[in-house]
């Protein structure tokens, strides 16, 4: 598991007549011409909004830069830690409630407009799973 802004690597071209190594912000391959899609990679990119003392804004932006990252860099997914928040404050207006409440408003809203899917992690509570 990477974490945001992790050493870059590289990938290889899905053409398997061609299969030469690619920088993963190509968006096709210089060779063969094939276009490049996300999720080439097998493993998630894993970004934490809730725990280094976000607003709700903040994790919002963080969320928008590390799906856009992620895309790039051809990410299978975005591993999103938004923390459990509180039972008594799942409805409060500031904290970590309101960071896990709009940041899966934000995720389900982004699976649609990027045609991926959002699911809980298992046995986890605090964190979701794009899936590009
Ligand atoms: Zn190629």
Known sequence: ?????????????????????????????PKCDEPLPVGLRDDFLEIDVAHSGETWTEALDKLEAAIDFARAQRFKGLRVIHGIGRETDADAWEGPGRIRR??????????????AQLKPEKYNRGAHLLVF
């Open 1 to 29: 598991m990477k974490s945001f802004q992790s050493g870059r690597r590289r990938v290889m071209c899905p053409n398997i007549d061609c299969g030469i190594d690619l920088a993963l912000d190509a968006l096709s391959c």
């Open 102 to 115: 709009e940041s899966l408003n934000y995720l389900r809203q982004a699976a649609v407009d990027i045609d």
